[in-house]
């Protein structure tokens, strides 16, 4: 139970502001394990937001079932490659980062790495990726390809 009697402007309030929090269940868990599954169920919810709205899966294209599903697993596994990017990522402070992050969204590992500015290069029977000069994320990028191309 939380009893604020000034409010975040700073005015003293006339009546208090009670706040109370109750969680109902039939776990046979501690209250302090019940709390903790509680809010680990927000993390849960933020990554399944993260899923639809980064991956656009908010509506599936299909009126049948099994494209639908086929779909979903496509968009799950895709999900979970470019997490494990993004985790790679931060390994090194390569990153031009402003400060500094534990975990970066799918949103931004799209935008940063797989959308990286570059062309197709032919030559000597070769096929080569060149990047401009002055690719802040090419040090990044570069370390990626290596660790997971070894």
Request: aromatic share 12%; charged share 25%.
């Given at each position: 139970?939380?009893?604020?009697?000034?409010?975040?402007?700073?005015?003293?309030?006339?009546?208090?502001?009670?706040?109370?929090?109750?969680?109902?269940?039939?776990?046979?868990?501690?209250?302090e394990?019940?709390?903790?599954?509680?809010?680990?169920?927000?993390?849960?919810?933020?990554?399944?937001?993260?899923?639809?709205?980064?991956?656009?899966?908010?509506?599936?294209?299909?009126?049948?079932?099994?494209?639908?599903?086929?779909?979903?697993?496509?968009?799950?596994?895709?999900?979970?490659?470019?997490?494990?990017?993004?985790?790679?990522?931060?390994?090194s402070?390569?990153?031009?980062?402003?400060?500094?992050?534990?975990?970066?969204?799918?949103?931004?590992?799209?935008?940063?790495?797989?959308?990286?500015?570059?062309?197709?290069?032919?030559?000597?029977?070769?096929?080569?990726?060149?990047?401009?000069?002055?690719?802040?994320?090419?040090?990044?990028?570069?370390?990626?390809?290596?660790?997971?191309?070894?």
């Amino acid at each position: 139970m939380i009893e604020r009697t000034i409010d975040k402007t700073g005015q003293i309030l006339l009546v208090p502001d009670i706040e109370f929090e109750s969680y109902w269940t039939n776990l046979p868990y501690e209250t302090e394990e019940i709390i903790n599954l509680y809010h680990e169920h927000g993390t849960c919810e933020q990554f399944h937001s993260e899923l639809k709205t980064d991956l656009d899966l908010e509506r599936f294209p299909s009126g049948k079932f099994a494209t639908n599903e086929l779909i979903l697993h496509l968009g799950c596994l895709t999900y979970n490659l470019l997490r494990i990017i993004g985790q790679e990522s931060l390994k090194s402070e390569d990153a031009p980062l402003k400060r500094r992050v534990f975990r970066r969204r799918v949103k931004t590992v799209i935008q940063n790495l797989i959308t990286l500015a570059s062309k197709v290069v032919r030559h000597s029977r070769k096929v080569y990726l060149k990047f401009g000069n002055h690719s802040p994320w090419f040090p990044t990028f570069k370390r990626l390809y290596l660790s997971f191309s070894t």
